[in-house]
């Protein structure tokens, strides 16, 4: 059973920076993509980054330019850079195993997700 661990998260000011990792223990690694989701207070759990076999990556528009995933394979970890953090940023961040889109980059959905990580918190103040 795949099981995703995140560390990083914390408490910032608006313009800063925090990056997120999740370690992914006893990984299939040929049978999943990865991705990243965020849960804001009161809204519903969205994807907002993944990365895919070769690489590829995918990011939601609010993030774009501001945010990057990337992964070691050889560590069996995937990572989340945060930069120029926003309040709107705020959230419950949750690594995930994705099953993967044929070709391109996988998008992050919910229906897509085979194993949640257990979620960090992240808080922006202004």
């Known amino acids: 059973q795949v099981q995703l661990v995140e560390s990083g998260g914390g408490s910032v000011e608006t313009g800063g920076s925090l990056t997120l990792s999740c370690a992914v223990v006893?990984?299939?690694?040929?049978?999943?993509?990865l991705g990243w989701f965020r849960q804001a207070p009161g809204l519903e759990r969205e994807g907002i980054a993944s990365i895919n076999k070769s690489g590829r990556t995918w990011y939601v528009e609010s993030v774009k330019g501001r945010f990057t995933i990337s992964k070691d394979d050889a560590k069996n970890t995937v990572s989340l850079q945060m930069d120029n953090l926003k309040p709107e940023d705020t959230g419950t961040y949750y690594c995930?195993?994705?099953?993967?889109?044929?070709?391109?980059?996988?998008?992050?959905?919910?229906?897509?997700?085979?194993?949640w990580g257990q979620g960090t918190q992240v808080t922006v103040s202004s």
């Open positions: 995930a195993a994705l099953f993967c889109d044929a070709g391109g980059p996988t998008l992050p959905t919910i229906p897509s997700v085979a194993v």
């Open positions: 006893r990984y299939n690694y040929n049978a999943y993509c």
